[in-house]
């Protein structure tokens, strides 16, 4: 298939973004950090040079759209697949191709801006929050703002640091949150019961965590059950991160800091179970057939705690629902201090659809309260929109409430443009720790030192 260069030019630009981080301006890096909490936070995306400005009218006759996104577990694909048929059913005009792309962030981003330049974009897909700036800035995004002020829907309607990231500067949108999650501390009760330990609860210290994983942890049986699976994942280690009082970058995003004493300790911390304590063990060694191996590890029993968001509830009520398990919050560091991390991703169309309209019309619908109320009562995601806040289903189920409240102590998972460059040099810094290679100042030195040098390399 023929493609213009500017086209291979684009997609060698997002491929950068993916692989070293280098995009968008020094100002937004360092004004994008350090968002905690859901209900703050400013978009500083550059705007497009160009976008639609006004809405477009419903077309006559039968519409098909094609939808992309990824899937993370079989249960996820299945509510999705469920909500979009309903959508069909209400919009019976409109004609929906659900195409998933499998694989990680990384191949799902670059396929999409890759169909986009070979002219074979999806109308509709998942927007992740750490690529948006680029196809906001790069006019690859359909102006929802238009159709928004038609249709009487407020930005305000859903959480501010949400809405920021898939907005640009003067506050037109160009993504919208379908959902976000935290991470809660996951425990199988039965297996809490028969080692004799009280089951977590809100004062929970990282010092209670660690000795309950040591009395859980049984290796010499025929099935060896562990106290915990941490993986080699900056994005379950940043938790402790912040709630020891530190920070990835400093104040104005130009240089790495986790490799301070925080960080430190919180390595040491994390790395601890696996190093000293041997009640944990890398979630591949004990189920290396897929990506999801920490959830089906949980599932299977083999582990007593997971550290994971509202993903693993449906996971485990479609595969595993004899498990019984409670969720408690994530335990306090020393200082007595709590941290977590806030994922999130939207709904967009892309700007060249040829069918806005509709593609707005299932935007609307799929973050819409219906939709979001439907993930939140399979326990899949937490929803992006306000009014759900009080939803009943919350007294109902207070081990998901734990997820919720998040929403006040936990940050944004995105560090700025470089953010994916920054994660992967985290994750190779933490499985050096786990693997005995290096300890854990000089892991995170090296990382620091690395990221130092992207993040001058991007700056203007």
């Known amino acids: 298939m023929r493609r213009s260069v500017t086209s291979l030019l684009l997609i060698s630009a997002l491929l950068m973004i993916l692989c070293t981080g280098s995009a968008g301006s020094a100002d937004d890096t360092s004004k994008s950090l350090l968002q905690q909490g859901l209900t703050g936070g400013n978009s500083y995306v550059d705007c497009p040079q160009q976008s639609n400005a006004q809405a477009m009218s419903p077309e006559n006759g039968p519409v098909t759209l094609n939808v992309t996104g990824w899937i993370s577990t079989p249960a996820e694909d299945a509510l999705v697949q469920q909500n979009l048929a309903r959508f ?10 659900w195409l998933p792309i499998s694989g990680n962030g990384y191949d799902y981003s670059a396929k999409v801006l890759s169909n986009m330049a070979s002219d074979n974009a999806p109308d509709v897909f998942y927007l992740e929050s750490r690529t948006a700036s680029y196809f906001i800035a790069h006019d690859k995004l359909l102006n929802l703002s238009p159709y928004m002020a038609r249709d009487h829907i407020k930005a ?6 949400l809405m920021a990231a898939f907005s640009c500067r003067t506050g037109q949108v160009f993504g919208i949150p379908k959902d976000w999650n935290a991470l809660g501390l996951f425990y199988n009760k039965r297996l809490f019961r028969e080692a004799g ?11 209670d965590m660690r000795a309950a994983a040591r009395k859980l942890t049984h290796v010499r049986s025929s099935t060896p059950v562990y106290g915990i699976s941490l993986p080699a994942d900056s994005s379950r ?32 911390f994390y790395a601890g179970f696996q190093r000293q304590d041997k009640s944990s063990i890398l979630p591949s060694a004990l ?10 590890a949980f599932g299977e029993e083999r582990t007593a705690m997971a550290l994971e968001g509202g993903w693993l509830i449906p996971y485990l009520t479609q595969n595993f629902s004899h498990v019984d398990y409670g969720i408690a919050p ?29 593609a707005w019309e299932l935007i609307k619908y799929m973050t819409g309260q219906e939709v979001q109320g439907s993930q939140l009562h399979a326990g899949f995601a937490l929803p992006s929109l306000r009014s759900l806040a009080n939803d009943a289903y919350f007294e109902q189920h207070p081990a998901l409430k734990v997820l919720f409240d998040a929403a006040s102590y936990g940050y944004v998972d995105v560090y700025g443009p470089d953010d994916l460059f920054i994660h992967q040099k985290l994750d190779l810094a933490i499985a050096s720790v786990l693997s005995g290679k290096a300890d854990a100042q000089i892991a995170l ?15 203007p």
Request: aromatic residues 12%.
């Open 197 to 207: 330990v009280a089951f977590p609860t809100s004062t929970w210290t990282w010092a």
């Open 330 to 358: 994530i335990p306090l560091a020393p200082a007595g201090k709590r941290g977590n991390l806030i994922f999130m991703n939207a709904w967009a169309a892309y700007a060249g659809t040829r069918h806005p309209e509709a």
């Open 237 to 268: 280690w940043l938790a402790f991160l912040f709630a020891d009082g530190g920070s990835v970058l400093n104040a104005d995003g130009t240089q790495a800091v986790f490799n301070d004493r925080a960080g430190v300790d919180a390595l040491d």
């Open 156 to 161: 305000s309607d859903y959480y501010s640091s």
């Open 88 to 97: 069909e059913r209400l919009h019976p005009n409109i004609r929906l191709k």
């Open 445 to 459: 030195d090296v990382a620091a030192r690395q990221i130092n040098v992207q993040l001058q390399a991007s700056s």
């Open 287 to 296: 189920v290396p057939a897929w990506d999801g191996d920490v959830l089906q």
